[in-house]
């Protein structure tokens, strides 16, 4: 499974991105899916997931700000982040977990950057 990440910039604070990632391969079923983001000295975080029935969550610092979507059909996941401030800058990663019958395995898209500054 390669995940697919688009997306990101630079953009002045209170502005809004849009992040998508599209899965492809040899795919099962993917259960969560979603982003996580990475800040310079800092752990992966979680940012946003979505199970296949649509069942999100949310990091605290970004509820109400961001929303996740995902497209079970296309294997495809969105994020639409508004009201960015400077502390959501970071590198955004892909995340899924993909069940091939056996087990579940994570897979991580490649990454992209989000710089929100003036």
């Known amino acids: 499974v390669q995940l697919q990440a688009c997306g990101g910039g630079l953009v002045r604070p209170g502005g809004s991105l849009r992040l998508s990632c599209a899965a492809s391969?040899?795919?099962?079923?993917?259960?969560?899916m979603g982003w996580y983001r990475q800040a310079p000295g800092k752990q992966r975080r979680l940012v946003a997931d979505?199970?296949?029935?649509?069942?999100?969550n949310y990091a605290d610092s970004v509820k109400g700000r961001f929303t996740i979507s995902r497209d079970n059909a296309k294997n495809t996941v969105v994020l639409e982040m508004n009201s960015l401030k400077p502390e959501d800058t970071a590198v955004y990663y892909c995340?899924?977990?993909?069940?091939?019958?056996?087990?579940?395995?994570?897979?991580w898209g490649q990454g992209t950057q989000v710089t929100v500054s003036s």
């Open positions: 995340n899924a977990i993909h069940y091939d019958g056996v087990v579940d395995s994570v897979y």
């Open positions: 391969g040899r795919i099962f079923n993917i259960n969560a």
């Open positions: 979505s199970t296949p029935i649509g069942i999100t």
